[in-house]
């Protein structure tokens, strides 16, 4: 195959589009955030991008194979337009992200997208219970409305700055004249975290101006909660006792 290939499937006219970002990352949180909003309000897909440098593998849903591919969704949010990117991976390397996300951002180009928001998590290394939404923005103007909404702008947070498809999206998004912000959700970074991905979607909500219902995303929190819970059991049932350690040496 080419080093991309790009299936379109419609063309809505779009009103000045949004574009969200949302690939999997720290905690699967921006990909979680862009499928509740595909789940949740009315959305089309408007075009398929393959490539070489997706890794070289297919999903399996049942029984049927795809090829690894990312895609691109209109969706109608409470009557503000989305482009909203989502799919199962990123590159490989960092070239291909580089011209992953250039074409990514050509398409947007393509719809009218003016603004974006790239989606996803940062690690904390430990389970927490407020999820802060921490910001990085390629465009002063942003700063304001972002902290208006409580995103939190630390120095030297996140560590080693954003890397993938969002830290592109800024980065390749300021050299294109796109304002863009990223919107990162605090997660442990052991398991996929539907909670941070609710805490980034309330802080894009008030940003772009739409309002989605949680059910979904709470009932995942309270799976992944049992999981978190039996691991710890696990955990304290392998841990040895202070008889156990008594006896060592």
């Not at 992200?97 to 928001?117: P, Q, V």
């Not at 997660?187 to 989605?212: C, I, M, N, Q």
Request: aromatic share 6%.
């Amino acid at each position: 195959m080419d080093e991309f290939e790009v299936e379109r499937h419609a063309d809505p006219a779009l009103d000045a589009p949004v574009l969200v970002e949302g690939l999997p990352g720290v905690g699967h949180v921006g990909k979680l955030a862009a499928e509740h909003l595909l789940e949740e309000f009315e959305s089309e897909r408007v075009a398929t991008v393959y490539s070489e440098h997706f890794p070289p593998q297919v999903t399996v849903e049942d029984g049927i194979a795809s090829l690894a591919a990312a895609e691109f969704h209109a969706v109608d949010a409470d009557g503000t337009d989305l482009l909203v990117l989502t799919g199962d991976h990123q590159a490989g390397d960092g070239p291909g992200h580089y011209r992953t996300a250039s074409l990514f951002l050509d398409i947007a180009a393509e719809f009218g997208c003016e603004r974006a928001y790239a989606l996803g998590g940062v690690p904390t290394g430990e389970l927490i219970e407020e999820y802060a939404v921490v910001g990085a923005v390629n465009d002063e103007a942003l700063l304001e409305p972002m902290e208006s909404v409580d995103v939190e702008f630390r120095d030297d947070e996140p560590a080693g700055g954003v890397v993938g498809i969002s830290g592109l999206v800024l980065g390749l998004g300021e050299r294109r004249g796109l304002p863009a912000g990223c919107l990162m959700g605090e997660t442990s970074g052991y398991l996929v975290d539907p909670k941070s991905a609710r805490a980034v979607l309330e802080a894009l909500g008030e940003l772009v101006g739409f309002d989605v219902d949680y059910a979904s995303l709470e009932e995942r929190a309270d799976e992944m909660e049992e999981v978190m819970e039996k691991m710890q059991e696990m955990q304290a049932a392998q841990a040895p006792s202070e008889d156990d350690l008594r006896y060592i040496g």
